[in-house]
């Protein structure tokens, strides 16, 4: 293959990510080569991170992500964190800045291998998350699903780490319900002009919580950092929780949790939680097509 960059096979509590090294090219990782990468098995994925070249003074990094429809994301919490710890066994410094769409971001490695993402300040605005009708009060928006006189989900807290959510509060096990069947209704409801993040979470004390996503553009995903986020904030901000919680992903694998933290002193959330490095390979990112690479790296570092 003789178009080809080098890629990272991650996860973030099992988020499926592709980071690829788009640095000193002009092109960018193609939907239909998403499409195409996300349809094998071997490097099936929920989201792309594309590293290119930075594009603003003091920026390491602008992050390019696409979710395994092809479609594009502002922001993707778990494979943040795989970027960093690419980066970091790359050129061994510990603190990055990136620029997304959604915004700069600020990360860092820590000793003990997790890393904190600053996922920057949330959004609450109902024309901002954004929906299709005026809400005043995005912390409980009309929406239900299921029968009218009892309906299954209802009453989400909406609102935008960058990118679109919806947060249903239950009181059963989060894994308890249908989410396969009610997530692809609900991410493409009308309410949702640009479709939205699909949370369940149930609070189990002010400082924690479990939850489960159904994915824009990815569908049930393992884990989802920027919906940690999403759930944590609307914990606090509707009086369930704290600032700073606990969420323990219902279908990690690994199990895993992610401390999420709604900064008082300047808004912001930050995200700290695990990542982990598979395998790395070479793909040509205008077609999809890849393989492995045969080297290992000695320590087992993560390795673009
Ligand atoms: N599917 C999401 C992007 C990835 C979010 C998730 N993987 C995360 O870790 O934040 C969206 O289209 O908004």
């Given at each position: 293959?003789?178009?080809?960059?080098?890629?990272?096979?991650?996860?973030?509590?099992?988020?499926?990510?592709?980071?690829?090294?788009?640095?000193?090219?002009?092109?960018?990782?193609?939907?239909?080569?998403?499409?195409?990468?996300?349809?094998?098995?071997?490097?099936?994925?929920?989201?792309?991170?594309?590293?290119?070249?930075?594009?603003?003074?003091?920026?390491?990094?602008?992050?390019?992500?696409?979710?395994?429809?092809?479609?594009?994301?502002?922001?993707?919490?778990n494979g943040t964190r795989c970027v960093v710890q690419a980066l970091a066994a790359e050129t061994g410094r510990k603190?990055?800045?990136?620029?997304?769409?959604?915004?700069?971001?600020?990360?860092?490695?820590?000793?003990?291998?997790?890393?904190?993402?600053?996922?920057?300040?949330?959004?609450?605005?109902?024309?901002?998350?954004?929906?299709?009708?005026?809400?005043?009060?995005?912390?409980?928006?009309?929406?239900?699903?299921?029968?009218?006189?009892?309906?299954?989900?209802?009453?989400?807290?909406?609102?935008?780490?960058?990118?679109?959510?919806?947060?249903?509060?239950?009181?059963?096990?989060?894994?308890?319900?249908?989410?396969?069947?009610?997530?692809?209704?609900?991410?493409?409801?009308?309410?949702?002009?640009?479709?939205?993040?699909?949370?369940?979470?149930?609070?189990?004390?002010?400082?924690?919580?479990?939850?489960?996503?159904?994915?824009?553009?990815?569908?049930?995903?393992?884990?989802?950092?920027?919906?940690?986020?999403?759930?944590?904030?609307?914990?606090?901000?509707?009086?369930?929780?704290?600032?700073?919680?606990?969420?323990?992903?219902?279908?990690?694998?690994?199990?895993?949790?992610?401390?999420?933290?709604?900064?008082?002193?300047?808004?912001?959330?930050?995200?700290?939680?695990?990542?982990?490095?598979?395998?790395?390979?070479?793909?040509?990112?205008?077609?999809?097509?890849?393989?492995?690479?045969?080297?290992?790296?000695?320590?087992?570092?993560?390795?673009?």
């Amino acid at each position: 293959m003789s178009n080809t960059v080098e890629f990272a096979k991650m996860n973030g509590l099992g988020n499926k990510i592709l980071v690829v090294d788009m640095r000193g090219r002009t092109d960018r990782v193609a939907p239909q080569a998403a499409i195409a990468l996300a349809a094998d098995a071997a490097t099936a994925f929920d989201q792309i991170m594309a590293i290119h070249d930075p594009r603003v003074d003091g920026t390491d990094a602008f992050i390019d992500i696409l979710n395994c429809d092809g479609s594009k994301a502002q922001a993707c919490g778990n494979g943040t964190r795989c970027v960093v710890q690419a980066l970091a066994a790359e050129t061994g410094r510990k603190a990055f800045t990136f620029q997304t769409v959604a915004g700069i971001l600020n990360a860092v490695e820590h000793a003990d291998g997790t890393i904190s993402v600053d996922m920057g300040r949330p959004v609450f605005e109902w024309d901002r998350v954004p929906l299709a009708e005026e809400f005043h009060d995005t912390r409980r928006i009309e929406l239900q699903i299921g029968p009218i006189d009892d309906p299954v989900l209802h009453s989400p807290s909406a609102m935008s780490m960058g990118n679109p959510h919806a947060v249903f509060w239950v009181d059963r096990d989060v894994m308890s319900y249908d989410l396969a069947r009610f997530g692809p209704l609900l991410e493409n409801h009308p309410i949702f002009p640009e479709r939205a993040n699909i949370t369940l979470a149930q609070v189990t004390s002010r400082t924690a919580m479990t939850t489960r996503t159904w994915e824009r553009g990815a569908g049930l995903t393992l884990a989802c950092g920027s919906a940690a986020c999403a759930a944590a904030v609307s914990g606090a901000r509707t009086g369930r929780t704290g600032r700073k919680v606990d969420v323990h992903v219902a279908s990690a694998n690994p199990p895993g949790i992610l401390t999420i933290e709604w900064r008082e002193s300047d808004d912001h959330v930050v995200m700290t939680g695990p990542a982990e490095w598979e395998w790395s390979g070479m793909l040509d990112p205008a077609t999809g097509a890849w393989q492995r690479d045969h080297e290992k790296p000695a320590d087992g570092a993560a390795a673009l």
